[in-house]
């Protein structure tokens, strides 16, 4: 099955600060999705980003199927934005994911 | 209108019990999904529902698991004799048909003793 990779596993920054969460995966894949599981444990949906470029507010992401790999930018962090991000890809017509370890990220005052 | 509800939230369970989790998916979205995800690692899928239909089982872990979803909507999760190791939490998703973003549910923290 498909294998995904996230990098790095922990962020930590300052307010304000910006940054680039990786995904690799390791076969096509014709889904791909970016979520937040905040401090509650909530998972969110960020992006459904299969192929191409998304934005909403300071968050956007890229990604470039034929080498593999996704990006999930974050601009003017806040502390809100802490918490996991996941990576979820997947080949199947239904939407199947396979989810990365995660990047534990930290925002500080 | 509201999102993906489960319930319980939390479960505790003594080992060798039987537990039952439910998922109530957002109306209209025929594909509902279940995850299992352990502690710092990331969800792991389980099973797949097409309306009423169970058209991927493959992440079961074991016979003790069950699910179904059999008017198309509510799901449930059964988990029987309950082992140490079954202890999760279980989320379940759902969205609309064919591809597209899926949306979860605050999941079932099991605990199982």
């Known amino acids: 099955g498909i294998q995904v990779e996230q990098s790095p596993p922990d962020l930590i920054l300052q307010e304000g600060a910006n940054s680039t969460l990786r995904c690799n995966f390791s076969?096509?894949?014709?889904?791909l999705q970016w979520f937040h599981q905040n401090p509650w444990g909530q998972l969110i949906n960020l992006f459904y980003?299969?192929?191409g470029t998304k934005q909403n507010g300071r968050l956007s992401a890229t990604t470039v199927a034929t080498e593999r790999y996704s990006l999930l930018y974050i601009s003017s962090s806040q502390t809100t934005d802490s918490g996991v991000y996941f990576c979820g890809a997947g080949g199947t017509s239904y939407g199947k994911l396979t989810f990365g370890q995660g990047t534990i990220l930290t925002v500080h005052p | 209108g509201a999102g993906v509800s489960q319930s319980p939230r939390y479960k505790v369970a003594k080992r060798g019990q039987d537990v039952a989790l439910r998922c109530d998916p957002i109306?209209?979205?025929?594909?509902l999904f279940w995850y299992q995800q352990a502690l710092g690692q990331g969800p792991e899928f389980l099973t797949y529902f097409q309306n009423e239909a169970q058209l991927d089982k493959s992440g079961l872990p074991s016979d003790r698991f069950f699910a179904e979803r059999p008017e198309g909507s509510v799901s449930t999760l059964k988990i029987q004799r309950t082992q140490q190791e079954d202890s999760a939490v279980y989320l379940c998703?759902?969205?609309?048909?064919?591809?597209?973003?899926?949306?979860f549910g605050p999941g079932t923290r099991l605990l199982v003793l």
């Open positions: 998703a759902s969205s609309p048909p064919g591809l597209a973003g899926i949306l």
């Open positions: 076969d096509s894949v014709n889904n």
């Open positions: 109306s209209g979205h025929v594909s």
């Open positions: 980003i299969p192929s």
